[in-house]
């Protein structure tokens, strides 16, 4: 993920400044202004749209490393259980 963010640092800072400008809007209650700059910041960092896709490559990679985590666990369990009765048997 640190790597995604870095590769996109310029993107990262404007998304953030525009974000400090919005929650400025947001925490002094004028509601209508921060969605009408929002918006304006939108279609001005198109940028914005290589942040969305960075963040969907992570959560990608993050469930394919859950995924393959998963089936490790489980191919585990079989080749224990697997080995297991084996050597129960071979001990008979």
């Not at 404007?14 to 400008?21: D, F, N, P, R, Y």
């Not at 959560?59 to 393959?68: M, P």
């Amino acid at each position: 993920m640190k790597e995604i963010l870095q590769e996109n640092s310029d993107a990262v800072r404007q998304a953030g400044e525009a974000l400090v400008e919005i929650g400025t809007e947001l925490a002094a209650g004028r509601i209508e202004n921060a969605l009408g700059r929002l918006e304006a910041a939108q279609q001005q960092y198109q940028a914005w749209a290589e942040l969305d896709q960075a963040i969907i490559d992570i959560q990608e990679a993050v469930h394919d490393r859950k995924n393959t985590l998963a089936v490790q666990q489980i191919l585990t369990e079989l080749v224990g259980t697997i080995l297991g009765s084996a050597l129960r048997t071979g001990m008979h």
